[in-house]
């Protein structure tokens, strides 16, 4: 595993001001993300569509988090559905929480968002207002973002 993108890097890609409205972002987790077809997210590297349509196979993160902390980890599409026409914008494909370890076990962590039935139980959807962003979100819960990764599919 490397290291977190910089913010030098974030702003040559362009996150910066595109997900992250500022410089004021401290990343200190690198996270290791890869597709069952064996394709690695990698600081904007470019995949094609095949083989990462599916939720990640593996997710591993440099460190884990402080006790009584846990990961939370979205997958935010930021141009949703193109960069041409990103109508969208800030579409959540998911969202993992409760992560206490470097590393998400297969088949314990429900990265689909929809779990084996295990009796009567709630789903909720929660709708925020005036939110222009996922970033504001993130803001208005008091969550530091510590982690990033990022690539770009080609369809």
Not at 127 to 147: E, P, T, W
Request: aromatic share 10%.
């Amino acid at each position: 595993m490397g290291v977190p993108p910089t913010v030098e890097e974030l702003k040559r890609e362009k996150i910066i001001p595109h997900v992250f409205p500022d410089e004021n972002v401290n990343l200190t987790v690198d996270m290791f993300i890869s597709f069952k077809s064996g394709k690695e997210v990698n600081h904007g590297n470019i995949l094609d569509l095949a083989g990462t349509g599916s939720v990640p196979r593996n997710i591993k993160f440099s460190e884990a988090p402080p006790d009584d902390y846990c990961y939370i980890l979205f997958m935010i599409d930021p141009d949703f559905p193109s960069r041409r026409r990103p109508d969208g914008r800030d579409y959540v494909h998911w969202a993992v929480s409760g992560i206490k370890s470097k590393e998400l076990e297969e088949n314990k962590s429900n990265i689909s968002g929809v779990p084996l039935y295990r009796g009567e139980h709630y789903i909720t959807r929660v709708k925020f207002n005036n939110c222009q962003s996922a970033y504001n979100v993130i803001q208005m819960n008091d969550m530091k973002i510590v982690g990033f990764n990022w690539c770009q599919i080609e369809a």
